[in-house]
Every structure is written in C-alpha cells, then in structure tokens.
C-alpha cells in the first residue's frame, strides 16, 4: 500500500451537507480546489465553504445535478473539469436511506434507493472516470450496511452491498490506468440522514447497529481522510466497526447469524412484550 497522490483538485457529490459537505470542507482547508454536486446549491453552505479556504486564488464551483441523472450529471462534470480541472480525488457522498421492515417498504422506496446509491454511484463513477489521469482516485461512500445485513435495511442493504460490488470491479479495470479506487464503509455516523432515521428506528436496528458503534462526523471524517491519504482500497473508521468487519469477514457465517437472531428476536419479544398491556385495555 502506498500513499495517495496529493488531492488539489477534488469532486464531491452530495457535497451540500453530511459527510460530503464535511469532506469538502477538510479538502479545502489543505487548499485543494473542490467542485461539488448536489440536488441544489444552497448559498449559505457555498458561503460557509468558502471560509474555510486557504488562499482566495482556490477555486470551489457547485452545480445542480443529480446522481439518478446521468446526462445533467455528466454536463456538470464537464464544466467543473473545464472550470478547476481533472479531479484528482472524485467522491461519491451522496445517498439516501428508506428504512422499513420488509413488508412495510414500498417498491417505490425500494427502487429510489437503489436508484440513489446504487445507480448513482455508477453515474457518478461513469462521469468522473474518463477525466481521471494516472495517480488519480475514485472513492464510493458505502456503508457497513454493505458488508453486513440489518433488521429493516433491506433497500439499503442491497444498494450498499450493490456499490461494494461496483467498487471492488472498478478497482480491477482501472488499476492497469494508474486509478485507484477506495471504498469508504462507515458505521452509523451522526448526520442529518441519520438524525432522521433515529427518530422511527426498529428497536432490533438500533440494537445491531450498536455493534458496529456510532461515530460522530468529526471522528469519522478524521478516519476516512487517513483512509484517503494512505491509500486504501476499504475504508472503515471507528474501532468497533472495524471488529465488526473482520468478525463478519473471518467468522463462519452460523456463528454470525446466531448472533444476530438472538438479539432480534430479544428485541420483538420486548416489543411484544411492551405491546400486550395495550391490547388488553377495554
């Protein structure tokens, strides 16, 4: 492993809030110029980016665009190449979550999420791609989700474990360029989406997400940019999650899922339980 080429030039979407939003700000802190995209330009976080650059003659442009939509997408990074150059470092930040019991989630929900996160990445990777020059890097935000399964997280899941795949390809026919491409799979990280979540969380979903440990988005960024710099190919910031992943990658799978069913089922039958009083009141 050796480290990365010295990012000046940085593409991010999603990069109006979140993790996308907090990595844009770290790049332009070490005075690289940044191009972001997001579903809109929000003038208070341009501005707020802005003040963290290091010398007026960086460069930072925002654009409208999409990640489900490919053509807008490409057109923005198009001018963002023309207006800072080639991306040397190229994020895919953005991201949605529809977290619902299986039965309970709509096929609409379902494919938005696979479109987001999943389609996405591959547009976001399809666009930034063929601008990328020796020594350059792609990296896909995916999530512990994508290498293990949790209660409800059957859209997410799917869409994560989907860009983990997509991730782990890209990285085999683009090496022989001289790209490298890093997959960044944070546990639970306190951002908006998240906060969001949190407020109708299943019990079982919180209870196996604290397996993997919750960060916050300092501690996380901290991590995922030391993933960056040295040059990873899987990024996974926090310590639990980290035993998570090697638990999941080198334990048999029995010994996992038996973990796993015993605190689910811990969990519905307090549910149940909490449950019962209420169905027998007149």
């Known amino acids: 492993m050796t480290a990365a080429r010295k990012p000046m030039t940085c593409f991010i979407?999603?990069?109006?809030?979140?993790?996308?939003r907090a990595l844009a700000s770290e790049y332009l802190r070490r005075g690289a110029d940044v191009a972001i995209f997001d579903l809109q330009v929000k003038r208070d976080v341009l501005q707020e980016l802005e003040s963290h650059r290091q010398s007026t003659s960086q460069k930072i442009v925002a654009y409208a665009a999409s990640v489900t939509d490919f053509e807008t997408l490409t057109a923005a990074v198009e001018q963002a190449t023309s207006a800072i150059g080639s991306p040397v470092l190229a994020i895919n930040s953005a991201g949605i979550q529809r977290a619902q019991p299986f039965e309970q989630l709509s096929g609409d929900d379902f494919e938005q999420v696979i479109q987001v996160n999943l389609i996405g990445s591959r547009n976001f990777a399809a666009a930034v791609l063929p601008s990328?020059?020796?020594?350059?890097?792609l990296a896909l935000v995916a999530s512990m989700a994508g290498f293990t399964a949790n209660y409800s997280y059957a859209a997410y899941s799917a869409s994560k474990f989907g860009v983990i795949g997509l991730g782990k390809v890209l990285r085999m026919?683009?090496?022989p360029r001289g790209i490298d491409v890093s997959l960044i799979c944070?546990?639970?990280?306190?951002t908006p989406m998240v906060v969001d979540e949190q407020k109708n969380m299943h019990p079982a979903s919180r209870k196996l997400k604290s397996i993997g440990g919750s960060l916050s988005l300092e501690e996380a960024i901290t991590g995922i940019l030391a993933g960056l710099d040295a040059g990873r190919t899987?990024?996974?910031p926090g310590g639990k999650a980290k035993l998570t992943y090697f638990c999941n990658r080198y334990l048999p799978d029995f010994v996992m899922n038996g973990l796993v069913d015993r605190i689910?089922?811990?969990e519905l039958k307090k549910m149940s339980s909490a449950a019962a009083p209420a169905a027998g009141e007149p």
């Open 186 to 190: 944070p546990p639970e990280v306190d």
């Open 173 to 175: 026919e683009h090496k």
């Open 132 to 137: 990328m020059d020796e020594g350059s890097r």
């Open 264 to 266: 689910v089922d811990s």
């Open 13 to 20: 979407s999603g990069g109006m809030s979140g993790l996308g």
């Open 234 to 236: 899987v990024i996974i």
